[in-house]
């Protein structure tokens, strides 16, 4: 059987890293709320080890979570030493996926995710560990498998992470962003009145995982800049129920169909925004037609509450802001989602300005490149995007609001963002009103300096040889 990336590869190479990037939990914990909670007590302690529930209670499976929970992770993902600048993840991130590469298939017989097949009446969902994240949410919810459909127009496969409410033994909610690729490919279903056969795969290599949520066109099949990101072509196998490829080396892949008519609704659930999701009515309803899975399958849970949540996008979004703004401002020299914005509602740019009203054109273009952006903050150069406090001393410094700070309102959003709103400005909607904050100086007119260290005198001194 032929070696491939996947989760256990990354499992030991973490473990190997010591304590700050893998612990092990031994003791028996509860599937509600418990894994949350733990990684939750761990991340007030600055702490973000992946990590590996031995016994979750009920399950005959072990539970892997935290896998994004930080930079260093996403970076080791990518093959970057830990302790590397966090701009040379985004560097590998980029280079990886400007250079995609193409799924290889495999026979069943050598795909390791076909060891136990479950079809028909055979298929219980309620066998996996699934986690009850947050003491509001509706139901348990499987936060981190990958929805793999097929664009029923071009024929290009789509992939990308939604929440599925566990509803019965063999049917899983889908509850896809409007403004979503999947939403888009599932109302074209809809119109064509055909049901949209689904593939939810769950463990795999995180640089699968974060291939799977580029934010590229729709017309750039995901599996490729996943072989990109991974360094190999994507092992695919033929599915059991569905006219799908599968991902060969991942851990559990659940197959089946979604029916436009037949619908459900989820919510509350606890999200990225750190507030409650509303309940949703309509969304999609996969039917559950096979099972299959690694006989000691590991089953990959995500906190959807934690910074994990934010930071499995963070690399994807920006990358796509930094090819936006570029193509405006060729001199943009850093892009940040930070944490502190709900990673998705807020991107930070840098920019070497040589034309007065570059600031504001970034922002144009920072915001013009995804939806779920709300606010743009333009800086210049020498402002480190990495610290959220020199940032903010460039916004209280550099710009006034009556002429740098622009509002765009009534634009598509995120129907997740808790002061989103509708067509009707009192109704809950997916509009935003955009912010664009130019903090970046004036590029002809003097403007008082910022002080800086001297250089040469900054890399002499090493503080443990001068502190007693
Ligand atoms: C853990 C996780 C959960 C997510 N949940 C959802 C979700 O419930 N619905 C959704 O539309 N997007 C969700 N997203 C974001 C999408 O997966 C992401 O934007 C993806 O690129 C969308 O792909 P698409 O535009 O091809 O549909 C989630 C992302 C992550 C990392």
């Not at 980029?94 to 097949?117: C, F, H, L, M």
């Amino acid at each position: 059987m032929r070696a491939s990336k996947d989760l256990r590869m990354f499992i030991s190479e973490a473990r190997q890293l010591g304590p700050k990037f893998f612990q092990r939990v031994e003791r028996a914990v509860d599937p509600k709320l418990e894994t949350c909670v733990i990684q939750q007590k761990l991340a007030k302690e600055g702490r973000f080890p992946f990590l590996r529930f031995e016994n979750v209670v009920g399950a005959n499976l072990p539970v892997v979570s935290n896998m994004f929970g930080s930079y260093d992770l996403l970076g080791l993902a990518l093959g970057i030493d830990p302790g590397d600048q966090r701009s040379q993840i985004l560097q590998a991130f980029r280079e990886k996926t400007a250079n995609p590469i193409e799924p290889v298939y495999v026979g069943q017989s050598d795909a390791p995710v076909r060891q136990v097949i479950e079809k028909d009446e055979d298929v219980d969902l309620t066998k996996l560990p699934l986690i009850h994240h947050s003491e509001r949410d509706s139901g348990k919810y499987i936060t981190c498998g990958v929805l793999l459909i097929r664009d029923p127009d071009s024929g290009v496969i789509n992939t990308g992470m939604y929440r599925h409410e566990l509803k019965t033994n063999n049917a899983v909610g889908c509850m896809f962003n409007p403004a979503h690729h999947a939403a888009h490919i599932y109302r074209r279903y809809a119109e064509l009145k055909k049901r949209m056969e689904a593939i939810l795969f769950i463990g795999h290599h995180p640089a699968a995982l974060i291939g799977s949520l580029a934010e590229g066109s729709i017309e750039t099949s995901e599996l490729d800049v996943m072989g990109g990101l991974l360094g190999e072509g994507l092992a695919v196998t033929d599915a059991e129920t569905v006219d799908l490829p599968v991902p060969a080396f991942a851990e559990i892949v659940i197959e089946g169909y979604l029916d436009p008519l037949s619908e459900t609704s989820d919510g509350p659930f606890a999200e990225f925004t750190n507030f409650y999701g509303p309940h949703k009515e309509q969304i999609g309803l996969m039917h559950v037609t096979a099972i299959t899975r690694r006989e000691d399958a590991f089953y990959h849970d995500l906190d959807p509450a934690h910074q994990e949540h934010n930071l499995a996008n963070a690399l994807s979004l920006e990358s796509c802001v930094y090819d936006s703004v570029k193509r405006l401002v060729p001199g943009v020299t850093a892009v940040s989602f930070p944490v502190a914005g709900s990673c998705r509602f807020m991107t930070y740019v840098s920019i070497k300005k040589t034309v007065a009203g570059q600031g504001k054109s970034a922002g144009i273009a920072a915001l013009a490149a995804n939806p779920n952006i709300k606010t743009a903050i333009i800086v210049d150069h020498d402002v480190d995007i990495y610290d959220d406090s020199r940032v903010l001393w460039a916004v209280n410094t550099c710009m006034e609001a009556d002429r740098d700070l622009t509002l765009i309102p009534n634009a598509l959003g995120s129907h997740l963002n808790p002061s989103a709103y509708g067509e009707v400005r009192d109704e809950r909607g997916p509009l935003n009103t955009k912010m664009i904050f130019d903090a970046t100086r004036p590029v002809n007119k003097p403007f008082e300096e910022p002080i800086r260290p001297p250089a040469d005198i900054w890399d002499r001194i090493d503080l443990k040889d001068w502190l007693c």
